[in-house]
């Protein structure tokens, strides 16, 4: 899958640059007259040699952006690097998000089992659901419960929690990030999206203590955005980091920001595009 057109403005700008010093070489080779004046077809061979290496590097410019895999920008002076990873290898805190109850069963109904979710709940706290589910209630703040004692048809826990509503275990931030309907599926407004990121990135100002945060693309896996069933994990991508800067929070170095692509994900988003965003933030 190609995700940057061969006559992109941005690769013909990138050639640009390379032409200008090959044509400086050029230049200056005929300017001193480094060739002998015996040498009838140097001219000729070296207009060909010229094209060649020209096509190359255009070629390879084309390869190579179509093929990237990690940016860093900058945003108002907070390092941000969006790669692909396994967030669970990164260092500093590493984000999870859950539903607004917290729930922790892992039946690939409620929870998948193949979920960033699922998988800190069965690796990192060893299925111990009791002890995290405990954890949570005792480490939770009382301001952001919403609700106890809530009847849910489908089972699950029973005390909700505003979204962005965040709780550190150990090397690990749990944040509320989904709401679930009476069928138990995760979905949210697009306003509520975006509420959740503003107030997510203060949580985590509060929190982070001048430690690296690696976060997922939130909303990349089986959460529904409400009336917008086509969006792309490149436009929720794109609303973080615009979020991100709306939310005036900064790391301070040298504390950065990674934004974590599943490898089955990253040939879908154009980091060329996402690069380009620092211009606009």
């Not at 048809?153 to 275990?169: A, D, E, H, P, Q």
Request: with cysteine; hydrophobic share 40%; proline share 1%.
């Amino acid at each position: 899958m190609k995700k940057v057109t061969f006559f992109d403005k941005r690769i013909l700008t990138k050639f640009w640059g390379y032409f200008s010093v090959i044509s400086g070489i050029i230049s200056f080779i005929y300017l001193f007259n480094f060739l002998p004046a015996t040498c009838e077809k140097c001219n000729l061979w070296i207009g060909i040699s010229c094209v060649i290496i020209l096509i190359i590097i255009y070629f390879s410019i084309w390869i190579y952006v179509n093929k990237l895999k990690n940016v860093k920008i900058d945003i108002d002076g907070s390092n941000v690097i969006i790669k692909e990873g396994d967030i669970f290898k990164e260092d500093g805190y590493k984000v999870i998000g859950f539903n607004e109850y917290f729930d922790t069963q892992v039946d690939n109904k409620m929870i998948s089992e193949h979920s960033l979710n699922g998988i800190f709940i069965k690796k990192i706290c060893g299925n111990n659901t009791e002890e995290l589910d405990k954890y949570i209630v005792e480490q939770s703040d009382s301001e952001d419960i919403v609700a106890k004692n809530v009847e849910r048809r489908k089972g699950g826990k029973k005390i909700k929690y505003k979204l962005s509503s965040t709780i550190v275990y150990d090397e690990y931030l749990l944040t509320a990030f989904s709401k679930f309907d009476v069928e138990n599926r995760a979905n949210l407004t697009m306003p509520e999206y975006i509420e959740f990121l503003i107030n997510f990135w203060d949580r985590v100002n509060r929190i982070y203590a001048q430690k690296n945060v690696s976060v997922p693309i939130f909303g990349s896996g089986i959460t529904r955005i409400k009336e917008h069933k086509n969006i792309t994990d490149e436009d929720l991508l794109k609303i973080m980091l615009w979020t991100f800067k709306l939310s005036e929070y900064r790391f301070k170095y040298p504390a950065k920001l990674t934004i974590i692509i599943h490898k089955d994900k990253i040939d879908e988003i154009n980091l060329l595009d996402v690069e380009s965003m620092e211009k606009g933030l």
